[in-house]
């Protein structure tokens, strides 16, 4: 699977669009841009995940350059419980085998 | 639906004891797996399933005994604890083609 680079930490304000970079430039033609993240030590929650098209769920939306070596994970309107670990992994669809980098820790403050 | 249940919820061990930490999933996932989550870092494969009778080696296997007799359980093994084990193990199951659903955690602390 394709390695991933993001940025360690973020903030963003309240009610405000939180954008999460991520570079994923070896990223193979069947392989998918999957994000998930961790709130506090629970388990981590899948958000979204897209191959080419940019794709949006009640969650989030995720832009997929043309190029496919980056993307960027958008949470419209962040509130404080949206303070958590998100992390960018990419793998062929079929399969169950995650790897996961460092992630990025995002802040929401008031 | 339960999802993804894991026990016990902490556990403390002294090195060399062994244990095993249950994974039960009711959603009729064929795939399931197991990770741990070390202080400040993301998760790491140990194990992983893709189906009754059938199970490979993730990333950091040793140490970790896995078996998977049903659909529903993935319990996994510790032979021998020792100190580095110490960490936060996590269970997941999915279907073909979807996303991971995880389990709320077990934190184990080896002395």
């Known amino acids: 699977d394709a390695k991933t680079t993001q940025p360690p930490s973020m903030d963003c304000a309240e009610g405000r669009a939180a954008n999460l970079p991520c570079n994923h430039s070896?990223?193979?033609?069947?392989?998918?841009v999957y994000w998930y993240r961790q709130i506090h030590s629970q388990g981590p929650q899948y958000i979204i995940h897209g191959l080419k098209n940019n794709e949006t769920n009640e969650m989030a939306s995720l832009i997929i350059t043309e190029d496919r070596k980056s993307s960027t994970l958008i949470l419209p309107h962040a509130t404080l419980r949206d303070t958590a670990v998100y992390y960018c992994i990419v793998r062929v669809e079929y399969g169950n085998k995650l790897v996961f980098g460092a992630g990025t820790i995002l802040r929401v403050k008031s | 639906n339960a999802g993804v249940t894991q026990t016990p919820k902490f556990q403390v061990l002294k090195t060399g004891q062994s244990m095993t930490l249950q994974c039960a999933q009711d959603m009729n996932h064929e795939y399931m797996s197991w990770y741990r989550q070390d202080p400040g870092m993301g998760l790491r494969l140990i194990h992983y399933?893709?189906?009754?009778?059938?199970?490979d080696q993730g990333e950091v296997p040793n140490g970790y005994n896995v078996s998977r007799s049903t659909t529903e359980d993935f319990p996994l093994r510790l032979l021998s604890a020792a100190p580095s084990q110490t960490s936060v193990y996590f269970c997941a199951s999915s279907s073909p083609y979807n996303e991971q659903f995880f389990g709320p955690g077990t934190r184990l602390t080896v002395l």
């Open positions: 070896t990223i193979s033609g069947n392989e998918y």
């Open positions: 399933s893709v189906g009754a009778g059938i199970t």
